[in-house]
């Protein structure tokens, strides 16, 4: 059955949207499970919540795959684009209106994580209606969407010290 593409990038704003939310309680409602913790946020740091957003739109982008891949000669391309501006905007927007105002404040953060899901859906949106203009191979879009990961589960676990990693609370970094 065709269904739109708005549709879908709809479908998957909301999935994310409640997705995310749920991952972030996930590693603790586990008791900590180092495995879940490379799919779910570990602490509340800006570069955990950034995997509530990646991983989220990944699991979207394999389940809309079947019914939009062939309709779009950018589909891959465009997701990995639309995954990867929604992860940069979310530090974007915390360090920018936290810089400018000299405080962090939980509300404006839960906001930055839908603001940044819908930016990036909407952005993928066009993107797939766009006509191509360089070539889009899979196999690259894939690699890139796997570094990107194993960045996530590496950094996880031994997280560079400067301050993305930092988590507010604790003042840890990584997985405690």
């Known amino acids: 059955m065709y269904t739109s593409t708005a549709f879908w990038q709809l479908g998957g704003m909301v ?26 946020a570990v602490n509340e740091s800006i570069w955990e919540h950034t995997k509530l ?8 982008t394999l ?6 891949r062939r309709r779009h000669d950018a589909f891959w391309c465009a997701k990995l684009r639309g ?3 929604g992860i940069l905007l979310i530090p974007t927007m915390y360090y920018v209106y936290s810089g400018i105002l000299g405080v962090s404040s939980d509300y404006v953060n839960i906001t930055i994580f839908f603001v940044a899901a819908a930016i990036a859906y909407c952005t993928e949106t066009r993107w ?14 894939w690699a890139v969407w796997g570094a990107v990961f194993l960045l996530y589960a590496v950094w996880t676990f031994l997280p560079p010290p400067i301050p993305l990693f930092r988590d507010p609370v604790s003042g840890a970094y990584g997985l405690v």
């Open 15 to 40: 999935f994310t949207s409640v997705a995310g939310t749920i991952l972030h309680f996930v590693f603790d409602w586990t008791g900590g499970n180092a495995a879940v913790g490379v799919f779910t």
């Open 128 to 141: 797939l209606s766009a006509p191509r203009r360089t070539p889009c191979r899979a196999s690259l879009v």
């Open 83 to 85: 995954t990867l501006l």
């Open 63 to 68: 389940i809309e795959a079947p019914a939009l």
């Open 53 to 60: 957003l990646f991983v989220p739109m990944t699991l979207w």
